[in-house]
Structures are given as structure tokens and as C-alpha cells.
């Protein structure tokens, strides 16, 4: 599978930096305790955090709210999935245990404050190209509603478009009969690619330890 960004995507954002990790042979299962209680520890730690300030002044959101409007999505609709993670925990309304990639998903997209998107390579066809979304596109998002994906940023193969920064597809959901996945992490523009490669590495050491298996992983920009 080759991953590329658009020459379009990377005309309107010239900074863009997206981490890919590929999973090869991994058991997706109930969440080990420790990253339970790190994933409950964390979002609780955020809610008193939150308390003091907006969710918009926390810098990966205000960086990924300034990318969605530059390719045409409006942030205050159509939120980074990052955004609508700090919005819940200000709330009080704490996630729950989903499954072991899930969760450490969320933690990990938390933690960084950047939305990340992982997917069944299975469920996938041929090649993925991450790119800004056209009329046509559009998808059933986890959410189980129907999605446009015109002027968001989104992933596709050759199936049509699967996964955004936005919300993904019930597609290529991760679930335990997961084997490989695909990881998609938008980075923080303001990073630097030292800076992006060893954030990315440490996600996938981290995965691994939970998921066994192995994994490859790049950055492109």
C-alpha cells in the first residue's frame, strides 16, 4: 500500500506534516488496566486543565482549527475529531473503554492534542491518498450518520473515501478482528520532522506493547 498527499493538499497547506504507521499481525482485545486507568487518570487531569482555559487556546486544536479552514471547512460545524474529544471531557462527559486500539487512540490524541485515524488494512483496496474532499465524496461515519466530505481533508483508496481528521468511516473500523491496521496522525504543523518522527515512533512503540506484532512507520509533507 503506497500513502501519498495531494500536490492540492500540499499547495494550500505547504507545513502539512501526516505520521503513517502500518501494523502487521496485531490482537486488538480489551483494554489492559494500565491503559484504562491512564486513559481515565488523563482525561480527569484535562477537565481541571480545561477549567482554566478555552478549548480553542490549546495549540493543537487552534492549529488543526486554522487547517480546516484553509481548505474550506468551517471548524466551528465541522469540528477536528481532537476538538471533539476536549469538548466531551470538558463536559465531564469522559469516554468509555471501546477496545485496546481505540483506546489508545483517543489517549494518544488526547495527549498529543491532534486528531488520529487508524483503519482496517483489510477493509481497505489498493493505494490511499490523503487529499481535500470533492462533491462526491462521502461516507457512513462511525457516528452512523451519512457524511460530505467536500472541503474536508480525507483519506481514500480505490473504494472511495474512508477516513478525515473529521470523523471516520463504519468502513474501515478497527475492531478485535483486526490483524494490520493503518494509523494516520496529523501532526502539528508547528513540529518540526525530528520532532514528528520520534512523537510517531513512540505512538507505535507504545501500540505494539499493547497489540504485539510490528509495525513500519514514515512522515509525509
Known amino acids: 500500500m503506497e500513502i501519498t498527499l495531494s500536490p492540492l493538499l500540499k499547495e494550500k497547506i ?12 496485531i490482537e486488538v482485545g480489551e483494554s489492559p488496566q494500565m491503559l484504562r486507568g491512564r486513559l481515565q487518570t ?15 487556546d490549546v495549540k493543537g486544536i487552534a492549529e488543526w482549527r486554522s ?8 471548524p466551528n460545524r465541522y469540528r477536528p ?41 483489510d477493509a481497505t483496496r489498493g493505494n490511499v491518498e ?13 457516528n452512523g450518520r451519512v457524511i460530505s466530505m467536500k472541503d474536508k481533508i480525507l483519506s481514500s483508496d480505490e473504494k472511495g473515501a474512508f477516513g478525515s481528521p473529521y470523523v471516520d468511516s463504519e468502513r474501515t473500523a478497527v475492531t ?9 496522525v496529523y501532526l502539528k504543523p508547528s513540529l518540526d520532522l ?19 506484532g510490528t509495525f513500519d512507520y514514515d512522515i509525509l509533507n
Not at 478485535?176 to 494516520?184: E, G, P, R, S, V
Open 81 to 121: 475529531s481532537n476538538e471533539a474529544l476536549y469538548r466531551r471531557i470538558k463536559k465531564q462527559n469522559y469516554m468509555n473503554t471501546i477496545h485496546s486500539a481505540a483506546d489508545l487512540n483517543n489517549f494518544f490524541s488526547m495527549q498529543y492534542e491532534v486528531p488520529i485515524g487508524i483503519y482496517d488494512v
Open 176 to 184: 478485535t478482528d483486526t490483524k494490520n491496521a493503518l494509523q494516520i
Open 194 to 212: 525530528e520532532e514528528c518522527s520520534k512523537l510517531v515512533q513512540s505512538l507505535g512503540n507504545m501500540f505494539i506493547q499493547i497489540h504485539g
Open 42 to 56: 488523563f482525561q480527569e487531569s484535562l477537565f481541571f486543565d480545561l477549567e482554566e482555559k478555552l478549548v480553542t
Open 130 to 142: 490523503i487529499r481535500v474532499g470533492q462533491a462526491e465524496d462521502e461516507y457512513v461515519g462511525i
Open 67 to 74: 487547517i480546516f479552514k484553509q481548505v474550506g471547512t468551517d
Open 14 to 25: 505547504p507545513n502539512l506534516k501526516i505520521g503513517i504507521l502500518h501494523y502487521h499481525n
